[in-house]
């Protein structure tokens, strides 16, 4: 009689089978595979459009089995945007890191997600430019040494951190803004989740989500990668606490536009325009 065997698990379909360019260690491999699984899970693979950054993503088209297009530096929810617009019906995601998003693509992030722009991102913070040597990042903590902070980000100077989801949740056409981590299997499974819900609220046409995913950059940081989660957990969760920031439908809203008037409600300019 022959052994019968039960699959655990098996690569995604919509991740293609190719070794990928990220470090040994680096999280972007756990993210990566789990957006692929949530696009099976959903049955979207060939609908969907994705956007690869530059950074430590840039070669992301080649890990994706969706359509894909690369960026210029910062501008994936400009090109995401475009995407969406032209063809609705596709479900299109940015892929993107913290320099990329919340450097020099801040304009775009703030201005796609203060229109409601119906698309999905995906932002691995790490505190560091990872792809480039490991210069200090908007997102790198005070004190935190890195190539271009060789004595620690002096915030009289550099200023602070910036808190990309807290930041975001103050605007109106944001839908869904959460902040996950991948440094356990419990915590990979939330951020699963998290991801899910995200593209099932661009299909859902609810407006536009963004999951923050805390990192770690072994290579660029200097420490093993069981060294980097521990230094993730002792020093960024606190600075980047996880959770659900902004979540319209949490709020008893079907939609943005609908959450926004609620909030603009003593405004009659705003409350009829929204009618």
């Known amino acids: 009689m022959a052994e019968e065997r039960k699959i655990v698990y098996q690569r995604p379909h919509a991740l293609l089978p190719v070794n990928t360019n990220y470090c040994p260690g680096c999280p972007h491999g756990i993210v990566v595979r789990t957006v692929a699984e949530v696009l099976d899970e959903l049955g979207i693979e060939g609908t969907t459009v994705g956007v690869a950054p530059v950074g430590c993503a840039v070669m992301a088209y ?29 479900i299109v995601f940015a892929y993107q890191g913290d320099g990329d998003l919340a450097s020099i693509g801040m304009a775009e992030t ?16 790490n505190a560091i430019y990872g ?21 620690g980000r002096d915030v009289a100077t550099a200023g602070y951190p910036i808190r990309v989801c807290e930041l975001l949740s103050t605007l109106d056409g944001v839908a869904l803004a959460q902040r996950v981590t991948v440094d ?15 593209f099932q609220y661009q299909m859902d046409g609810v407006g536009y989500s963004i999951i923050e995913v805390v990192s770690t950059c072994p290579t660029n940081w200097g420490l093993t990668p069981q060294e980097a989660f521990s230094w993730m957990r002792e020093n960024m969760l606190p600075y980047y606490p996880l959770g659900v920031f902004r979540d319209v439908l949490a709020e008893g809203h ?11 409600k003593d405004c009659p300019i705003v409350t009829e325009g929204g009618k």
């Open 62 to 90: 080649d890990f994706f089995g969706c359509d894909m297009i690369e960026a210029a530096h910062g501008r994936a929810p400009a090109v995401a945007t475009g995407c969406k617009r032209a063809n609705p019906d596709n």
């Open 110 to 125: 703030i201005h796609a997600a203060t229109r409601g722009e119906n698309i999905t991102v995906i932002f691995i913070n």
């Open 131 to 151: 792809m480039t040597g490991g210069q200090m990042a908007p997102t790198s903590l005070p004190n935190q040494v890195t190539q271009t902070s060789p004595y």
């Open 184 to 198: 356990t299997p419990k915590n990979v499974r939330a951020a699963k989740r998290a991801i899910k819900k995200a």
């Open 254 to 264: 079907e939609s943005v536009a609908e959450a926004a008037i609620e909030r603009a």
